[in-house]
T-cell receptor, first 112, second 109 residues
Framework: DTGVSQDPRHKITKRGQNVTFRCDPISEHNRLYWYRQTLGQGPEFLTYFQNEAQLEKSRLLSDRFSAERPKGSFSTLEIQRTEQGDSAMYLC??????????FGEGSWLTVV | DAKTTQPPSMDCAEGRAANLPCNHSTISGNEYVYWYRQIHSQGPQYIIHGLKNNETNEMASLIITEDRKSSTLILPHATLRDTAVYYCIAVNRDDKIIFGKGTRLHILP
């Protein structure tokens, strides 16, 4: 399967701990996006990269969140000092330049 | 980006055509209409997109009115596996996708 891959699929962590999610986009896709989704809501945009450059960050992305895409391939999303409000599904998507983006299956985070 | 309005939920009998409406009365000339769907607990899945002309692919058909203020996604022969939340998005080419609440489609056996 050469779709968008996310790891881990599920993570349970204690409040205050740091967590990191990884996303491997579709090969040769130069754009990579992170979204967050809570129950009953549509996905909310967090940030996106074109190659290794982070081009836009949502106001939802607080100082505790950091995303990287060091070599323009895979990306990581780190959440420091997790809070219960961070519990959500974190979605990664990729595209080749324009809007038709393809999503991974998401990484579920539960903060207890 | 133009705001879109969709009914919160719809029912459709299995085997019938499911017609999902979307209003985008403030759409600008260079904004595309995109449709995605999300089956429970999975990532959103791209369905189809269009600018002015009607479009068809293996999953669905997209009918855009001549004034482009509304569109309809048609699933020609709905199955139980089509039960999902369907999102209609109007977006400039090369801009990020912003999701609303979508339409929760229930396919009834």
């Amino acid at each position: 399967d050469t779709g968008v891959s996310q790891d881990p699929r599920h993570k349970i962590t204690k409040r205050g701990q740091n967590v990191t999610f990884r996303c491997d986009p579709i090969s040769e896709h130069n754009r990579l996006y992170w979204y967050r989704q809570t129950l009953g809501q549509g996905p909310e945009f967090l940030t996106y990269f074109q190659n290794e450059a982070q081009l836009e960050k949502s106001r939802l992305l607080s100082d505790r969140f950091s995303a990287e895409r060091p070599k323009g391939s895979f990306s990581t999303l780190e959440i420091q000092r997790t809070e219960q409000g961070d519990s959500a599904m974190y979605l990664c998507a990729s595209s080749l330049e324009v809007n038709t983006i393809y999503f991974g299956e998401g990484s579920w985070l539960t903060v207890v | 980006d133009a705001k879109t309005t969709q009914p919160p939920s719809m029912d459709c009998a299995e085997g019938r055509a499911a017609n999902l409406p979307c209003n985008h009365s403030t759409i600008s000339g260079n904004e595309y209409v995109y449709w995605y769907r999300q089956i429970h607990s999975q990532g959103p899945q791209y369905i189809i997109h269009g600018l002015k002309n009607n479009e068809t692919n293996e999953m669905a058909s997209l009918i855009i009115t001549e004034d482009r203020k509304s569109s309809t996604l048609i699933l020609p022969h709905a199955t139980l596996r089509d039960t999902a939340v369907y999102y209609c998005i109007a977006v400039n080419r090369d801009d990020k996708i912003i999701f609303g609440k979508g339409t929760r489609l229930h396919i009834l056996p």
